[in-house]
């Protein structure tokens, strides 16, 4: 029996604050970036997030025994977290947190994909087909060299980002699959958050080293970010969004948090004064748009439904 609940006023407080903080993950990071760079970022607050998660599970006195058994699976999702960190880390040097934060979000449309040719029981609907076309429709609209400040010429390396922070959206959608069809779906969530951080703190921090980019400077405007990234965007919004599912429905949860990307392209005009073209707005529009129809195909099919019966019934 389903014990789950509809959105309440609590929730609806408590979502609209989360999608803000994940919003600023983006924006903290690339106002940072200069001073620190955007991997070893990652990979620093990944470390202190993952030690706060263990210094949790050890006093809750969680059980170990499944996360051992499914540490294949573990380290392949840790990897593929690391991997989209490193691809939105790179993006976020050549385009803007607004862009980034959009093109990341295209993740569940890549985990509806692979989902529905990987498990029977997640099969597309003919609405959830149209919503992956608009989505992908908006991504092509998103590229035009529209986007570009009126009279600029059109910057390969502004398009080079967008499609790094494309390919991360990727990685999470690859993640999430992991989880989904491998041991890692009866692991509790800790355990599971614990591989992802870990294996991504060690991997983020050779890429760094590989890529030169250990150096930075100890500003109080870096730590800052360091301390928010690690305990709110990593740890703290984590609990949260946990208590959340289990006490709402997943699917009203999920649709509410396609907040994140309207607010990040909102903040980072705000607060790193960047340019947002009407043909981005659009493009972001449509993505979100056929992000909706994927995931809230149930819900609108059911309410059509009730609709229609409604009419019915009416004299």
């Known amino acids: 029996m389903e014990t789950r ?44 997030a993952a030690m706060l998660v263990g210094l949790l599970m050890l006093a809750r006195r969680e059980n170990l025994a499944q996360a051992r058994a499914a540490w294949r699976p573990g380290l392949l999702a840790g990897s593929l977290f690391a991997l989209e960190y490193v691809l939105l880390g790179a993006g976020l040097q050549y385009t803007s947190a607004a862009h980034a934060v959009v093109f990341l979000y295209t993740g569940p449309l890549f985990v509806a994909l692979g989902l529905h040719f990987r498990l029977a029981s997640e099969r597309l609907t003919p609405l959830q087909w149209a919503g992956v076309a608009l989505a992908f429709a908006g991504i092509v609209v ?101 208590h959340l599912l289990r006490r709402y429905l997943a699917s009203r949860l999920g649709i509410f948090s396609f907040l994140t990307p309207l607010f990040g392209v909102l903040l980072g005009a705000m607060l790193l004064d960047e340019h947002v073209s009407m043909a981005f707005l659009l493009g972001a529009a449509l993505v979100l748009a056929g992000i909706v129809l994927v995931s809230a195909s149930g819900p609108l099919t059911l309410l059509f439904a009730a609709r229609q019966k409604q009419g019915r019934v009416e004299p």
Do not use: E
């Not at 069809?181 to 509790?188: D, E, G, T």
């Open 5 to 48: 609940k509809a959105m309440d006023g609590q929730a609806v407080v408590v979502m609209t604050l989360l999608c803000l903080v994940w919003s600023l993950q983006q924006v903290g990071i690339k106002a940072v970036a200069h001073d620190m760079a955007p991997v070893l970022q990652i990979a620093l607050r990944s470390g202190l």
């Open 142 to 242: 998103a590229f035009l060299p529209g986007t570009a400040p009126a009279g600029a010429p059109v910057n390969p390396r502004g398009l080079l980002g967008d499609l790094l922070c494309l390919a991360a959206g990727a990685a999470w959608g690859a993640t999430t699959l992991v989880v989904r069809c491998s041991r890692l779906a009866h692991v509790p969530a800790t355990q599971v958050v614990l591989y992802q951080l870990t294996a991504g703190c060690v991997l983020l921090l050779g890429a760094a080293a590989l890529l030169g980019q250990l150096d930075f400077a100890a500003t109080p405007l870096v730590i800052g970010n360091l301390v928010f990234q690690s305990v709110i965007v990593s740890f703290a919004s984590l609990l949260a969004w946990f």
